[in-house]
Every structure is written in structure tokens, then in C-alpha cells.
């Protein structure tokens, strides 16, 4: 069994800093790819960002290309998420996703099999 464990969330005045960890544990496993999602209150989860293991190649959502970042050392089987720039629109629960199958999709949910427990995000205006 896999486990992911989301950590760096809090509360954070709009044009502030976070940077939130996610770290694999459990049995070892080699991800195609691990990335970001996020929910926001009485929304549905949304895809923030992927990074495929073998080729390093990123995907962003529109909503935060250029203010987030993503990281990964898949040696370890981690990804870091830095966001910069945060307005009180991403706040939310984020959640940290891996999937072990090759997808053509990975901005679908449905595309990951292992999953965070989530971080809670809140930027204050």
C-alpha cells in the first residue's frame, strides 16, 4: 500500500508564499506521474499541475501559470508545490495525486490512483 502525505498548507495574506510537500510512503512504487489538484468550497476538484516521471515535461492550469511551481525528487518519490503570488481564488484543500497506469489525460482525476489526504490552503484579501 501506498501512502501520500501532503504537508505546508495554512493561511496566508493575497500576494504571499507557500510551499507544500508531498511525500510517498508505504511499498515502493514508480509513479508515470505525480501532480496537484485542488477543491475549493461547494466547487469540484480542479487539476493544478502535473509532472510525468520520465520526462520531467510539466503541465499547468491556466489559473496558476507562472505563480506555482512544481518540484519533484523521484527518488524519494516527493513533490513540492511552490506557489507564489496566492490570491484569495486559490484557496482551497490541495491534494497530492500519483498514478502508476500511462495516461493521455492526466488533468482528469480519474487518471490517478493514489491520493493525499489534503493540505488546507486559505489566502486572506
Known amino acids: 500500500q501506498v501512502q501520500l502525505v501532503e504537508s505546508g498548507g495554512g493561511l496566508v495574506q493575497a500576494g504571499g508564499s507557500l510551499r507544500l510537500s508531498c511525500a510517498a510512503s508505504g511499498r515502493t512504487f514508480s509513479p508515470y506521474a505525480m501532480g496537484w489538484f485542488r477543491q475549493a468550497p461547494g466547487k469540484e476538484r480542479e487539476f493544478v499541475v502535473v509532472v510525468r516521471r520520465s520526462t520531467g515535461i510539466t503541465y499547468y492550469a491556466d489559473s496558476v501559470k507562472g505563480r506555482f511551481t512544481i518540484s519533484t525528487d523521484f527518488a524519494k518519490n516527493t513533490v513540492y508545490l511552490q506557489m507564489n503570488s496566492l490570491k484569495p481564488e486559490d484557496t482551497a484543500v490541495y491534494y497530492c495525486?500519483?498514478?502508476?497506469?500511462?495516461?493521455?489525460?492526466?488533468?482528469?482525476?480519474?487518471?490517478?490512483?493514489?491520493w493525499g489526504q489534503g493540505t488546507q490552503v486559505t489566502v486572506s484579501s
Open positions: 495525486a500519483a498514478t502508476t497506469y500511462y495516461s493521455n489525460n492526466y488533468y482528469h482525476g480519474d487518471s490517478y490512483d493514489y
